[in-house]
C-alpha cells in the first residue's frame, strides 16, 4: 500500500546570512553565527557539551530530500559507506545498492542523494534536508557557519522525497530499511500524510526491535494546529494508542516556550515539543542556480519539520555519552527531563511531556541508567585468577570523548599520562564491545625522549603524537639535562605508524619542554 508524503516546513524566507565578526564575549564556539542560534541556548546544548560532544560511531539517518553533499559544513560529519568502493559499478558491500558511498536516492535509484534541480522544483523543499542535517550536525568549532548539535556524529543521506518535497510510503519503509542496515541509530523523518500503511508501521516495528530510535514531526496547521488524536498524522501516528508505538512525536515551541501557532498537537502521538521558530541552518548552495547561489546559510525556518532533528540530534548526544541505551530509554529520559511548555486552550496538556532540554536529559540518563563508564575513563576488562601477561584482559584503554577506546601500548606509555592504575574501571565484555577501538595513545608531549628500535635517532615528542628529531647529544642535554640518556625510551617498530614526524630540532631554542606538556593538559586533546 503506498500513501503520500510531503514536508511540513513553513518556509520563510527574509534573510540570507553573510559572514559577520561574532565577538569572542558571546561565543561558545568560534562557529560564525553560533551567537544567532537561539535555540542551543534553549534546550540546553552547550552545557550539554561539558558531558558530550557526540560520537562518530553515532549514524542519524536524514530521511528527507536529500542533503548538500559539498556543504563545507556537512562535509566533515556526512555518513560515508567505507565497504563501498565509489564510481566502480559494483555492490562492494552486498548491501543490495551499487556505489552508494554517500547513501542512496530513492527517488531517482541512485547512489547521489541530493536534490537535482530540473525546471520544476519547490526552493524550500530543495533545501529542507540540509536545513534538517544542519540543524542535527553542522561540523561544529570550525570557524565556519553554524553549530550542530552534535560535533561529532554521521549524517547518513537518505533521498526519499523529490524537489517538490512530496515522497510515499514505499520510498519511506525503503529509506527506513536501508538505514537501519547501514547502522544508524537514530532516524528523523520531517514529513507528513494523512493515511496510515500498516507496512510502514511494521517496517518501523522493525526498525525499532534493531534498536534504531525514529523522530518524527507531527505537522502544521495554519490557525492554530490540529489535534492529531481526532486528525491523525503520519508517520508520527503510526501505531498511535500502544503503550510505546516506537517513535517519538515532536511538536514545535517558539522562543518563549510557547506553543507555535501552526503546530499540530495532541495526548496519543505527541510525546515532546522543541523549537522551530525563526531556525538558523545550513542550505543547498549551487552556483548554477540563481535561488540556491546566494550562500551557505539562512535563517527564519519555521515548522515542527525544524523541531523534530533538535529531539534526533539530542538523542544523537545520548547515544553518544551511553552507547548501550535502549530506543525506549531515550525516549523515556528525554520526557521525563524537559522544560514546561506555555499553552492554552485546546492544546493545552497535548505538547508532550515539555520542551526538550538536553542538558537535563544527560543528567537523567546517567541517573536511571548509568553506564559502566563514560569518557575520559581508564577501561579494561576484569581478568581471571592467574591470567597470562599476554592475555587481552591486561589491556587498558582510556575511553575518549570521540566515543571510542584508544589502548595503551605499554605500561611506559601510560606513565606518561597518569601516576598509578587506581583510577583504571573494570567493564563487561558486552560493554567495551560497543566502544569501537580508536588510536594507541602516544607519549605526552615534552615528558620522554624517545626512539625506535632499529634507528640511532632520537626524538622529542609533541602534541598527538609528532616526534621531532633531536639534532645533537647538545641540545638534547641542554633541553633534558645531562643526564637525557636515562630519559630515553625505546619504542617497537610495530609502533611506528602511531606517530607522525615534524621538523628537526636543529637548536634547542626550537623546542619547549614545558612548553610541550602544557600544549596537552588532558588525554582527549591527544587526539
Not at 542535517?133 to 553554524?146: D, E, F, L, R, Y
Not at 532516524?187 to 508501521?201: A, M
Not at 525544524?306 to 534526533?312: E, G, H, I, L, T
Not at 630519559?487 to 609502533?495: A, G, H, N, R, T
Request: charged share 20%.
Amino acid at each position: 500500500m503506498i500513501k503520500t508524503f510531503s514536508l511540513i516546513a513553513l518556509f520563510l524566507f527574509q534573510s540570507w546570512l553573510i559572514a559577520s565578526p561574532v565577538f569572542a564575549s558571546v561565543m561558545i564556539t568560534d562557529d560564525i553565527y553560533f551567537h544567532e542560534q537561539w535555540y542551543l541556548q534553549k534546550i540546553q546544548v552547550p552545557l550539554a557539551w561539558q558531558t558530550t560532544t557526540g560520537s562518530n560511531d553515532v549514524i542519524v539517518a536524514v530521511l528527507d530530500t536529500g542533503f548538500d553533499l559539498n556543504h563545507p559544513d556537512l562535509e566533515e560529519n556526512k555518513w560515508i559507506n567505507t565497504d563501498e568502493v565509489p564510481d566502480n559499478g559494483i555492490d562492494d558491500d552486498g548491501n543490495g545498492f551499487v556505489d552508494d558511498r554517500e547513501g542512496w536516492d530513492f527517488v531517482e535509484d541512485d547512489h547521489t542523494p541530493e536534490p537535482t534541480i530540473g525546471e520544476t522544483y519547490d526552493e524550500g523543499a530543495v533545501s529542507h534536508g540540509t536545513v534538517i542535517a544542519g540543524i542535527i550536525g553542522a561540523a561544529t568549532n570550525n570557524q565556519k557557519g553554524i553549530a550542530g548539535i552534535n560535533w561529532h556524529v554521521k549524517l547518513m543521506n537518505v533521498r526519499i522525497l523529490d524537489n517538490m518535497g512530496v515522497g510515499n510510503s514505499n520510498t519511506a519503509r525503503e529509506g527506513i530499511k536501508y538505514a537501519v542496515k547501514n547502522g544508524a541509530k537514530v532516524i528523523n523523518l520531517s514529513f507528513t500524510g494523512f493515511n496510515d500503511d500498516p507496512e510502514l508501521e511494521s517496517v518501523i516495528q522493525a526498525a525499532n526491535a534493531a534498536g534504531a530510535l525514529i523522530v518524527a514531526a507531527v505537522g502544521n496547521t495554519e490557525g492554530g494546529g490540529v489535534n492529531v488524536d481526532d486528525t491523525p498524522i503520519y508517520p508520527a501516528c503510526d501505531g498511535h494508542g500502544q503503550a510505546d508505538n516506537g517513535i517519538i512525536g515532536v511538536a514545535s515551541t517558539d522562543k518563549t516556550d510557547t506553543k507555535s501557532t501552526f503546530s499540530n498537537y495532541g495526548a496519543t502521538c505527541t510525546d515532546i515539543s522543541a523549537p522551530g521558530e525563526d531556525i538558523l541552518s545550513t542550505v543547498y548552495q549551487n552556483s548554477a542556480r540563481a535561488p540556491f547561489a546566494k550562500g551557505f546559510y539562512q535563517d527564519s525556518w519555521s515548522g515542527t519539520s525544524m523541531a523534530a532533528p533538535m529531539v534526533a540530534g539530542s538523542a544523537a548526544l545520548l547515544y553518544a555519552a551511553n552507547p548501550r541505551l535502549t530506543p525506549p530509554q531515550i525516549k523515556n529520559v528525554l520526557r521525563l527531563s524537559a522544560d514546561p511548555v506555555q499553552v492554552t486552550g485546546p492544546a493545552s496538556g497535548k505538547m508532550g511531556a515539555g520542551r526538550l532540554n538536553i542538558a537535563s536529559a544527560l543528567k537523567l540518563a546517567a541517573l536511571l541508567y548509568p553506564p559502566e563508564a563514560v569518557p575520559g575513563s581508564l577501561v579494561k576488562l576484569s581478568c581471571a585468577p592467574l591470567a597470562d601477561v599476554n592475555d587481552p584482559c591486561k589491556a587498558v584503554y582510556f575511553y575518549a570523548s570521540d566515543g571510542k577506546r584508544h589502548a595503551f601500548p605499554n605500561d611506559k606509555v601510560f606513565f606518561t599520562w597518569f601516576a598509578d592504575f587506581s583510577s583504571v574501571k573494570e567493564v563487561s565484555q558486552d560493554f567495551l564491545s560497543t566502544l569501537a577501538l580508536g588510536k594507541n595513545v602516544t607519549y605526552h608531549s615534552g615528558t620522554k625522549l624517545v626512539k625506535f628500535q632499529s634507528v640511532s635517532t632520537v626524538f622529542a615528542v609533541e602534541a598527538k603524537g609528532v616526534l621531532r628529531a633531536v639534532g645533537s647529544e647538545a641540545i638534547a642535554a641542554e633541553l633534558y639535562g645531562a643526564d637525557w640518556g636515562k630519559k630515553v625510551d625505546d619504542i617497537s617498530d610495530v609502533f611506528f605508524g602511531n606517530y607522525t614526524f615534524g621538523l628537526k630540532i636543529n637548536a634547542a631554542s626550537e623546542y619547549s619542554v614545558e612548553g610541550a606538556k602544557a600544549l596537552v593538559n588532558g588525554l582527549d586533546q591527544n587526539f
